[in-house]
């Protein structure tokens, strides 16, 4: 089983700053993966990056990235140039990645980002 | 549009009630997930299908079950409903077992009143 936890409750920026979300988690598992979900007002999950446990190079998509530290279990997630948009709740989530059995995503209690104009 | 459809979009029914959810997942999936999102326990994971067969359990009440049929689609079944059981309830799909690549519906709105 895992666990993820994300200290911040919320967090606002001004438009255009770069803000990183922290999450820790923790399992006993050797193969994982990790996520990062934004739900925004309209409740939909959209998923926004994904990191496999056993890669070591960080997870990049357009003004997203990651920073995976293994070691210390982390897995934080920097926006970079920030837009309105990006307002919305952020999920960290990780999920077991061998055979063998299955399951579903452990999800952290979320951040709740701000972007100002 | 993720693929995922879900219906109804919003419920609201009584205590003490059954109530039936309804998730078809993206074409090409065989795997369905349910997820619960409450104020109180957050985003829980709640059971998976895989092809019609059961294939990994969370925190499922008692009350509450699921089936996947021929077609894929799938259905969630919440009996003797509580106050408590007020929630955002998503379905997930995938191709293979793991939700490593799922991709989720739009959700139910589920509130008992």
């Known amino acids: 089983a895992q666990t993820v936890t994300q200290s911040q409750p919320e967090m606002s920026v001004q438009e255009a700053e770069t803000v990183t979300l922290s999450c820790t988690y923790d399992t006993s598992e050797n193969n994982y993966y990790l996520f990062w979900y934004k739900q925004p007002p309209s409740r939909q999950m959209i998923l926004v990056i994904r990191q496999e446990a056993y890669k070591q190079q960080n997870a990049t998509e357009n003004r997203f990235s990651v920073n995976f530290q293994k070691a210390a279990k982390s897995f934080s997630l920097k926006i970079s140039d920030s837009q309105l948009g990006d307002t919305a709740m952020y999920f960290c989530?990780?999920?077991?990645?061998?055979?063998?059995?299955?399951?579903?995503?452990?999800f952290g209690k979320g951040t709740h980002l701000i972007i100002q104009p | 549009d993720s693929g995922v459809t879900q219906t109804p979009k919003h419920l609201i029914t009584a205590t003490g009630q059954r109530v039936t959810l309804r998730c078809s997942p993206r074409?090409?999936?065989?795997?369905v997930y349910w997820y619960q999102q409450s104020l109180d326990q957050g985003l829980q994971f709640l059971i998976q299908y895989y092809n019609g067969e059961e294939r990994a359990k969370g925190n499922i009440l008692e009350r509450f079950s699921a089936q996947q049929f021929p077609d894929l689609h799938s259905e969630l079944n919440l009996s003797s409903l509580e106050l408590g059981d007020s929630a955002l309830y998503f379905c997930?799909?995938?191709?293979?077992?793991?939700?490593?690549?799922?991709?989720f519906g739009q959700g139910t709105r589920l509130t008992v009143v």
């Open positions: 997930a799909s995938s191709v293979g077992t793991l939700n490593t690549e799922a991709f």
């Open positions: 074409s090409g999936d065989l795997s």
């Open positions: 989530a990780a999920c077991r990645g061998s055979g063998g059995g299955a399951d579903g995503l452990t």
